[in-house]
């Protein structure tokens, strides 16, 4: 059965660092937005607060689900043989790139590069879910995938600058 608590535990950011994707969830309105991470997106600032790195590419979902005052969810499953499911319900703000604190923020992340982000999400933590995942299959990580959207986002900056 699983427990529900107010603040991430230092033992849930650890779980959550070690995992190669999450799934997002969000949603202001009737419909929710699910959407797969990867890359290295996310920073955990302490028990109750995170910040997730948004790149360009796909739809603003999450960005507009967050300004409308909606909630995200985030999940990590565990696919290795330690089953386990942990869920990070927020609720949050969206930095932009003309916000003061924008590059600050990016900068946090070991690799943040200001130029190649959309915006920040700024997370609280409003709950945390643990369950058992006994319902998730083993599976096991090969590789990133050659590019990705950090190499994609790099190369639509390098090409406005005019260098390709």
């Known amino acids: 059965m699983g427990k529900q608590y107010l603040e991430l535990l230092e033992k849930d950011r650890?779980?959550?660092?070690?995992?190669?994707?999450?799934?997002?969830a969000s949603a202001s309105g009737e419909e929710v937005n699910l959407a797969p991470k990867g890359e290295d997106c996310l920073l955990f600032l302490g028990p109750g607060k995170l910040l997730l790195l948004d790149y360009?590419?796909?739809?603003?979902?999450?960005?507009?689900?967050?300004?409308?005052?909606?909630?995200?969810?985030?999940?990590?499953?565990?696919?290795?043989?330690d089953?386990?499911?942990l869920r990070i319900f927020c609720s949050g703000e969206v930095v932009r790139k003309e916000d003061p604190e924008f590059e600050a923020l990016v900068k946090s992340f070991p690799d943040g590069d200001p130029e190649i982000v959309r915006q920040v999400?700024?997370?609280?933590?409003?709950?945390?879910?643990n369950s058992?995942?006994?319902?998730?299959?083993?599976?096991?990580?090969?590789?990133?995938?050659d590019g990705g959207v950090r190499h994609w986002a790099e190369k639509k900056a390098l090409k406005a600058r005019g260098g390709g």
């Open 14 to 24: 650890e779980f959550a660092s070690q995992q190669k994707v999450f799934f997002l």
């Open 56 to 81: 360009p590419g796909s739809s603003n979902r999450t960005g507009r689900d967050l300004v409308a005052g909606g909630s995200l969810t985030l999940m990590f499953c565990s696919f290795d043989d």
């Open 83 to 85: 089953s386990r499911v």
């Open 121 to 129: 999400f700024k997370l609280s933590v409003r709950a945390v879910e």
């Open 132 to 145: 058992c995942g006994l319902s998730v299959p083993v599976m096991r990580f090969e590789k990133k995938r």
